[in-house]
């Protein structure tokens, strides 16, 4: 099984900050990884595909990087809306598993 | 897009329940398709997926014996029957499509509103 590690599990940053959210990979998984963000009571929303790839209506203020174990999502800008837990995904190899997940709370 | 779920509820331990979902706005029988669920205050897990015509279906240990995915295409409905519920099954559980029609090397794009398990006596 893939196991996927985030760091760090909880941030607390002021509107406007840079976020960096980082998933690493027990092994090469490729591109294979996909980024996700649930908001409060809400159902879980795609926003990067593939390591980098936006999903369809994302604000270009999310990014993604990286490749084989090492994935990086960036939030450029934070607002207050972005107030949510982000978890990291892969579609490798089965069974599929995700991230812990990383709380991103606004001071 | 959008996948409406049915069924979820109070079932006491050793019970059963079939989840049920409904997806609508792309064409279901080309895309694969998962439940996930989130025990209360925690993180997702993958569960179970199921390939595009359904030829293939495949189960996280936790749940491997006990739990059966399954889709009818003509209906386009996706199923998730649930045997032998323990309380750790308790749970809130999502469908949720994939990109394409194989369950690996595919992303997980939409997600369904979800539907509270609770498994208790």
């Known amino acids: 099984e893939i196991v996927l590690t985030q760091s760090p599990d909880f941030q607390s940053v002021t509107p406007k900050e840079k976020v960096t959210i980082t998933c690493r990979a027990s092994q090469s998984i490729g591109y294979n990884l996909h980024w996700y963000q649930q908001k409060p009571d809400q159902s879980p929303k795609l926003l990067i595909k593939y390591a980098s790839q936006p999903f369809s209506g994302v604000p270009s203020r999310f990014s993604g990087s990286g490749s084989g174990t090492d994935f990086t999502l960036t939030i450029n800008s934070l607002e207050a809306e972005d107030a949510a837990t982000y978890y990291c995904h892969q579609s490798s190899s089965l069974p599929l598993t995700f991230g812990g997940g990383t709380k991103v709370e606004i001071k | ?121």
């Open chain 2, 1 to 121: 897009v959008q996948l409406l779920q049915s069924g979820g509820g109070l079932v006491q331990p050793g019970g059963s329940l079939r989840l049920s979902c409904a997806p609508s706005g792309f064409t279901f029988s080309a895309y694969a398709m998962s439940w996930v669920r989130q025990a209360p205050g925690k993180g997702l897990e993958w569960v179970s997926a199921i390939s595009d015509s359904g030829g293939s279906a495949h189960y996280a240990d936790s749940v491997k014996g006990r739990f059966t995915i399954s889709r009818d295409n003509s209906k386009n409905t996706l199923y998730l029957q649930m045997n032998s519920l323990r309380a750790e099954d308790t749970a809130v559980y999502y469908c949720a499509s994939h990109t394409g029609g194989n369950v690996v090397v595919t992303a997980i794009d939409y997600w369904g509103q979800g539907t509270l398990v609770t498994v208790s006596s």
